[in-house]
């Protein structure tokens, strides 16, 4: 069984940068061929993907979001990771991290459970 768990603070400020880790279990992330995604949804929107990195350690991106975003991994942790930068209050929502197999944008098999990120002064 997969699991993956979001991991990160709770309250970054205006202008900051937003960190977040996936930590996965129960498989590997360079496992052909499968995408490792992080997902948002801000309060009473919809869910936005933000981004993917696939098995073999490529990125891909949502256009609106590549100039602040970086997904990167530590295979040795079996972890990947989120950089936003530049954030503002619109930025707040709960983050997901996510699996999905053969697109980097797809249907997803896996989900963390989510952690609520809040951008405010």
């Known amino acids: 069984q997969v699991q993956l768990q979001e991991s990160g603070p709770g309250l970054v400020k205006p202008s900051q940068t937003l960190s977040l880790t996936c930590t996965v279990s129960?498989?590997?992330?360079?496992?052909?061929?499968?995408?490792w995604s992080w997902i948002r949804q801000p309060p009473g929107k919809g869910l936005e993907w933000m981004g993917a990195?696939?098995?073999?350690?490529?990125?891909y991106y949502s256009p609106s979001l590549k100039s602040r975003t970086s997904i990167s991994r530590d295979t040795s942790k079996n972890q990947f990771s989120l950089q936003l930068s530049s954030v503002t209050p619109e930025d707040t929502a709960v983050y997901y991290c996510?699996?999905?197999?053969?697109?980097?944008?797809?249907?997803?098999?896996?989900w963390g459970q989510g952690t609520q990120v809040t951008v405010s002064s």
């Open positions: 996510a699996r999905s197999v053969g697109l980097p944008k797809g249907e997803y098999d896996y």
């Open positions: 129960g498989g590997s992330i360079t496992t052909s061929y499968y995408y």
């Open positions: 990195i696939a098995y073999e350690g490529s990125n």
